[in-house]
């Protein structure tokens, strides 16, 4: 594993001297790209860094930095500041002699977040040491020696997985469920005249389309019974919506597509330029062997990390959606457990079933559909 410790030191846990300067929190998107959370590293450091000319509070800590947790221990009692198990760990930043740890918090309850549109709360740590880049690297290192032990553990040699080796079964792993392919041809793609009352909501709902996906846009996850949408007999549950009146919805946020649907609350007439979608798709991912790492991750059996052009991109998978089925047997009802063994031992092709996980929810009646 590349990095500037010994594995087997990490195991047990290596200790770096630091500076602590404070923390802050911010609410994020469950998985926003590289460059954003960049951005919220920097964010954090100008919230907590002292304004030039100013002298910065810090307190001397030793940060633990192991496979199984990160702790920020005072340098002179040994008290634990801080606690976090590496799983919480979203995002790592050295910027200049500034370290920056991103965790995740524990999520309240959905219905307290019911009104927050899916955000979580990020706790980010900002620590000054001469060797930012070193901690940095050390805490991406124990990510890796962790996952080579996952591997051990399942009986996996990762020496018998070469960089070439996983590279030729990329080779092998054609581009599954193409979205360029499937946006491209024009019997899928129409616009959509609604006409409505003035005042009248179009009477649909939208979800994100979900991470990895080439076309980022918005998709129809319900129709209201009886609305506008509804009555004209063209809009299914799965469509994406690529502009609204000629103004395009690729690339938007969610919480701007919804703004913008809602000033058409008072025009008689909408054109929607959408793509016909099904509401569940299905990526065929090959794996020559259970020892090449599929490439994502699963909590309870939604999609929430994704390793860029891995195979599992490559066949179809995307960030924030519900695994339906896999290989034909349906795992709806379950256990995380379950989920993560069937896809352990799932070798040759694998086919899997899913659907945006917000659609999931507001088909089973986990959540109440907010109509636009």
Request: proline share 5%.
């Amino acid at each position: 594993v590349p990095g500037p410790c010994d594995p087997e030191d990490l195991l047990d846990g290596v200790i770096f001297g630091a500076k602590y300067l404070g923390s802050t929190q911010l609410a994020s998107e469950r998985n926003p790209p590289t460059s954003v959370r960049m951005a919220q590293a920097q964010e954090a450091v100008d919230r907590i860094k002292a304004p030039e000319g100013e002298s910065q509070p810090m307190t001397e800590v030793d940060l633990f930095v192991s496979t199984q947790r990160i702790k920020v221990l005072t340098a002179d009692t040994q008290e634990a500041m801080m606690d976090h198990s590496l799983q919480t760990i979203s995002y790592i930043a050295d910027i200049g002699s500034l370290v920056v740890l991103m965790a995740r918090r524990k999520l309240p309850r959905r219905s307290e977040v019911a009104e927050e549109k899916r955000l979580y709360k990020m706790i980010c740590h900002v620590f000054h040491s001469p060797d930012a880049q070193v901690i940095a690297q050390a805490i991406g290192q124990a990510f890796g020696v962790a996952y080579q032990r996952f591997l051990e553990a399942n009986s996996i040699d990762p020496s018998q997985l070469s960089p070439r080796q996983y590279s030729r079964a990329l080779q092998d792993q054609e581009q599954h469920n193409t979205e360029l392919t499937h946006f491209s041809r024009q019997e899928n793609c129409k616009d959509v005249c609604i006409r409505k009352q003035k005042g009248e909501i179009l009477g649909i709902a939208i979800v994100e389309s979900g991470w990895g996906s080439i076309l980022p846009t918005v998709v129809i996850a319900n129709l209201m019974h009886g609305g506008p949408a509804e009555r004209s007999g063209e809009l299914s549950i799965g469509d994406r919506l690529m502009s609204v009146n000629g103004t395009s919805l690729v690339g938007l946020p969610l919480g701007t597509c919804q703004s913008i649907i809602r000033e058409l609350k008072h025009q008689t007439e909408v054109t929607l330029n959408i793509v016909h979608c099904p509401p569940v798709t299905t990526a065929v991912i090959r794996r020559p062997d259970s020892k090449y790492q599929l490439g994502f991750c699963v909590e309870n059996g939604v999609i929430c990390s994704l390793m860029r052009g891995g195979i599992a991109e490559r066949g179809g998978i995307r960030v924030g959606h519900r695994i339906i089925e896999i290989n034909g047997q349906s795992v709806v009802a379950t256990p995380h457990e379950k989920i993560i063994q069937i896809l352990t031992e799932a070798v040759s092709e694998v086919h899997i079933k899913t659907m945006p996980a917000s659609t999931y929810r507001l088909l089973t009646g986990q959540e109440q559909p907010l109509f636009l």
